[in-house]
């Protein structure tokens, strides 16, 4: 009986409100009152417009909302070394632009001297609410080297392929990759007659990874899972296979007081001439709490680490460490800080190889287990322009590793280690003016002292790592068109040693002066020149290994 009384009311009504619609129709006068029906539907449906989310990141490919083309892949010979971390980072300029066109593909091309070309492709989706795309192609090629020039060659080919997909709650997200990197083993006695192809090294990595995360970023409570799978061989008898699982939650009490858990697990088999059907297991679990307020700031947790590496006098293979770090903000430009932090340091055969591409087969795979660090120093900012900080470290490490000339082949590496305390002083600042120039400096000076260890294969010393490190980069920008970077990279005190005629050396200290110059000619393209060891040192970062000249390279980019 009511579903008949509302269908007359509306029937009643139909006439009223077509008057009304038509009034409006012909516009009505400002302040003007008029009569008016409403109609009261009974399956009338409301709906909200979407809310906009807050997406914490975007996949790892270049996007095309982004109208910038000058991003580099820098030529780095530098190793992190595990006493310090600078907080500096490199500035990279995103040049605005009036256009609202937006481009899902880029391709750089580029040639320069050693026979070097350049080609990239990046392909991405262009913007959309639920899905993110990309793939990624670059092949760069030295086929000439410094020395005896095919003999010394490397190239190295990349592919990437990554996908986000979003929901109203959560981010899924993957990535897969194929990685190819072919180096020579060039470090023989200059005129000896070697052919290429008999001294090629060959990497190939095959990895991927998938997992989930929120996507809400204030709500109290956030977590991200990921798994991975790595695939990795070289042209002689090494391989390296591992999974992994990694996951993270933290849930905010408020806006000073946190708590949170980092969870890490790595199934890792590697095999080589001198080891076979090994399996090396890492688990680490972090949990944590974090307190905040103007002036003072500490973070506070444990590192249970739980690892199976097999060595003399090791007492066990269950670690817990305390891990603390606090800052005290005396004013906004100057504060004290400090931090003492225990952990195991995992090391791979392929970190090794990817660190120093000229090793060779070696006796065992081990952990560098971080007893302690304690570091603490002063830091703060200037009018937002002006950032510093200087400390000084202390670390007890066991199983510190250290590369040595093999004893049966000189001309490949082989892993020491030892037991090491290490004193280390760094200090950093930067400095920007506006978005015209950046400014950005570290120094590091490491002191090493290894134990009188009784194994004969124990480093003696603190072989091919630096005693210290600068590094200066500046950033120019003079008008949206143009991009100037010039940077002074420079390490020195670097003790070698030959295990096979049982020489040792101090290596001259590394300077390599390097720019990048890019100008943006139209939305769509621009030219670019880059330079590297620009004095032409005779640069060695591993005994033997010189590195190229004055190596330049000039290309082109264009976006569609």
Known sequence: MMNKIVKVICLSLLVPVMNVHAQDQKGNERGQVTDAEFVIRKDRVLSLPTRSRNFESVPALPQPQTNSSFTYDARDFFFTLPPSQSDVKPFEKQFSSGSTELYHSLVRLGYGNYQSPLAELHINNLESDYLNYGVMLRHQGFYEGPVDQKNSAEDHTNIR??????????????????????????????????????????????????????????????????????????????????????????????????AGLDISAFLTSPSDITYTDMNRNYAKLSPYVRYKTTMFEVNAGLNFVSENDMYTDKSSDFHIFPKIDASYYVHEAFAVYGEYVGDVQRNTYYGFAMENPYLGPSDQLLNTVQKFRAEGGIKGSVNDAFTYKLGVAYGDYDNMYFYANGASDSTRFELLYNDATVLSYTGSLGYSVSDKYQLTAAANYYHYTLDDSQDPAAAESPWQRPEWEINVHNTFTPDEKWLIQAGLDMMGGIYAKNLETGAEDTLSPIIDLNAKIDYKITERFSVFAQGNNLLNQKNERFWNYQSRGIQGIGGVTFKF
């Not at 993957?174 to 060039?186: I, L, P």
């Not at 090294?201 to 990921?226: C, H, M, V, W």
């Not at 070289?234 to 946190?258: C, I, K, P, V």
Request: charged share 25%; hydrophobic share 30%; aromatic share 20%.
């Open 161 to 258: 392929l990554n996908a986000s997909y979003f929901t109203e709650f959560v981010e899924i997200f993957g990535e897969v990759g194929y990685d190819r990197d072919r180096y020579h083993f060039y470090g023989y006695t200059p005129g000896t007659e070697v052919l290429a192809d008999s001294i090629q090294q060959l990497f190939s990595t095959i990895y991927g990874q998938g997992g989930i995360r929120n996507i809400e970023k204030d709500d109290p409570f956030n977590y991200e899972a990921k798994i991975g799978l790595r695939l990795f061989n070289d042209d002689y008898s090494a391989r390296e296979h591992e999974a992994s699982f990694a996951g993270m939650g933290y849930y905010n009490f408020n806006e000073g007081l946190s």
